[in-house]
T-cell receptor
């Protein structure tokens, strides 16, 4: 089947620390991979995406590389800010495009 | 270009009442998806609709839940005879097409509380 496994949270980091949130997936077809971010009380916003193997998605200092050999799409940022505090969701979409499959989310808190 | 709109943002119902959640997709989008987010959990797919058609309702509970996306007007998620376990955030998303390349654009959600 199709599923996404995300690193358990919550994660607490100091400002300017390095961030990694692990994400691995299983898929019946060739998926596209996404990272969404959810700020408190809001809906999900697309952070970045990658649609084929070895693609790197990037946005606002965040990066993730589509690794087909390890079925992974880990999210990284070199220097986090307090404003990055949010819940991060890894997701995949397959050929039929009927639905997204989401991980359980990883809560990140960045302290000054 | 307005984003996905959902209303109400917060809805309180007593057990046994009906809840109606509305979603207006982004302009030009004809594909609508509904997801439910339980506390401390990820989003779970419920139903996928195109105008006047339910394409995939594999995530919908078999009873009390229904969805529609009429030719005119917003998509409606209807929950009859609500129970406490229905308390959750319900998110609507839309996309321009049915493809794995398309991102889904999410609304702000409706937070349903059942007393």
């Amino acid at each position: 089947g199709n599923s996404v496994t995300q690193m358990e949270g919550p994660v607490t980091l100091s400002e300017e620390a390095f961030l990694t949130i692990n994400c691995t997936y299983t898929a019946t077809g060739y998926p596209s991979l996404f990272w969404y971010v959810q700020y408190p009380g809001e809906g999900l916003q697309l952070l970045l995406k990658a649609t084929k193997a070895d693609d790197k998605g990037s946005n606002k200092g965040f990066e993730a590389t589509y690794r087909k050999e390890t079925t992974s799409f880990h999210l990284e940022k070199g220097s986090v800010q307090v404003s990055d505090s949010a819940v991060y969701f890894c997701a995949l979409s397959i050929n039929t495009g009927n639905q997204f499959y989401f991980g359980t989310g990883t809560s990140l808190t960045v302290i000054p | 270009n307005a984003g996905v709109m959902q209303n109400p943002r917060h809805l309180v119902r007593r057990r046994g009442q009906e809840a109606r959640l509305r979603c207006s997709p982004m302009k030009g989008h004809s594909h609508v998806y509904w997801y439910r987010q339980l506390p401390e959990e990820g989003l779970k797919f419920m139903v996928y609709l195109q105008k006047e058609n339910i394409i995939d309702e594999s995530g919908m509970p078999k009873e009390r839940f229904s969805a529609e996306f009429p030719k005119e007007g917003p998509s409606i998620l209807r929950i009859q005879q609500v129970v406490r376990g229905d308390s959750a955030a319900y998110f609507c998303a839309s996309s321009p097409g049915q493809s794995r390349y398309n991102e889904q654009f999410f609304g702000p959600g409706t937070r349903l509380t059942v007393l």
